[in-house]
């Protein structure tokens, strides 16, 4: 067993690290799980990045407040080509990066490398991404930030964006694997869920397709589920359908 302590990405560093080992022979199989609870120094954290406590999670949304906690896990099985059990989804590939600019901050040509790198690994074109599970922590600084980089690398009316942080609140080390669940879901049903606390988005995320107000149904091919740390660590991973 492998632990990693990668702050909110460690679910996608998990992720690249089950497809490094399976690829490399080093297991037939990996489970890559992440879990987090609050605890009172991460309580007190969050309660010092904002002028006040918030009382809803609104990711991208323009009158944001801040990030309120979650607790949770997920767990994801990655196995091989020659396995012959169910499989939910294909897990292409990660792109990783730690700029380390900040402690809090993140840096969009942080964000931007990890996204690149991601594409990079996978031989895709973001032009083929159908679905982006947005890390969406309804902060200050995260929000512009996401949606700046997401607009420097997808196309005029590109994916579709949705983000569960509304909803379920900021799983932190868990947060990775809580929007894989989702974006997993997305491309077997072609049902994407809006984003719980989004009325009136954010001028950053002006020309980006947030999914807002109700449930979309769609066809759905491929799927960029990002993850960003405190300290510029930084997941973005991309699974296709079945």
Known sequence: MLTLANACSA???ALALAQDMVEAGDADAVVAAAADTMTTSMLAMIGRVADKPTDRV???DVARTGVLLGEGAGAALVVGDDWDGPVVGRLLGTGLSCDASHETAPDPDGIARAMADAYERTGRDPGEVDLVLA????TALNDPAESATLRRFLPPGGPLITAVKGALGHM???AAL???DVALRSLETGMVPA?????TPLPEGEGLRFVRGAPVSTSLAL?????????????VTLVASR
Do not use: Y
């Not at 799927?223 to 997941?235: L, R, Y």
């Open 58 to 60: 609104r990711p991208f």
């Open 195 to 199: 984003i719980a606390g989004l009325r």
């Open 11 to 13: 679910g996608g560093h």
């Open 135 to 138: 890390h969406g922590t309804g």
């Open 223 to 235: 799927a960029q589920v990002n993850a960003f740390g405190f300290g510029g660590v930084n997941a």
């Open 172 to 174: 932190s080390g868990a």
């Open 178 to 180: 809580a929007s894989l």
